[in-house]
Antibody, heavy 118, light 108 residues
């Protein structure tokens, strides 16, 4: 059964870079069938798609975040990562990683709350 | 940018049918998905490609998508169905993903 697990710091200072990693187990990130995505959810609010990556390194980003986002993949570790630069309090959210197959996200990781505060 | 609109809340009595809508320009031309999210938990896919149910999802969940509106229908609603429901669309030409704002379903 495929499982995804987010990891990284739970607190980031304003103006710094948020860095998270998603570890995939129970399946290969190099599958030609899937994309691998980051999604976030501010406390009490809805879901926001951040971006996608294919195992070859091809990426798609939310236009509203594109200037600050970098998603990368490490097939040797079966992991993919998120970097979000110049963070503000508005970037405080639960960050999820998920597998995507032409739109539906399934499964999702358990989520990681990241707070932006000095 | 593309937007999806959901009602903030929907209430239903146990055993009745709950209907949650998701509106967007020409949404019927895209694939719609629906996720159930209970407090403190990750979203769970309940409908994909407008009408399909993943393995393990109750037959009480069904979906449709036409013109500008996608609809999630929960028949015989139970207390366990109380949750937030999020719709999602995918633009095949840009590979961009959009979520609706979410709907809180209350089973009274």
């Amino acid at each position: 059964q495929l499982q995804l697990q987010e990891s990284g710091p739970g607190l980031v200072k304003p103006s710094e870079t948020l860095s998270l990693t998603c570890s995939v187990s129970g399946g290969s990130i190099s599958s030609s069938t899937y994309y691998w995505d980051w999604i976030r959810q501010p406390p009490g609010k809805g879901l926001e798609w951040i971006g996608s990556i294919y195992y070859t390194g091809s990426t798609y980003y939310n236009p509203s975040l594109k200037s600050r986002v970098t998603i990368s993949v490490d097939t040797s570790k079966n992991q993919f990562s998120l970097k979000l630069s110049s963070v503000t309090a508005a970037d405080t959210a639960v960050y999820y990683c998920a597998r995507q197959h032409f739109a539906p996200f399934d499964p999702w990781g358990q989520g990681l709350l990241v707070a932006v505060s000095s | 940018s593309y937007e999806l609109t959901q009602p903030p809340s929907v209430s239903v009595s146990p055993g009745q049918t709950a209907t949650i809508t998701c509106s967007g320009d020409k949404l019927g031309d895209k694939y719609a998905c629906w996720y159930q999210q209970k407090p403190g938990q990750s979203p769970v896919l309940v409908i994909y490609q407008d009408t399909k149910r993943p393995s393990g999802i109750s037959e009480r969940f069904s979906g449709s998508n036409s013109e500008n509106t996608a609809t999630l229908t929960i028949s015989g609603t139970q207390a366990m169905d109380e949750a937030d429901y999020h719709c999602q669309a995918w633009d095949s030409s840009t590979a961009e993903v959009v979520f609706g704002g979410g709907t809180k379903l209350t089973v009274l």
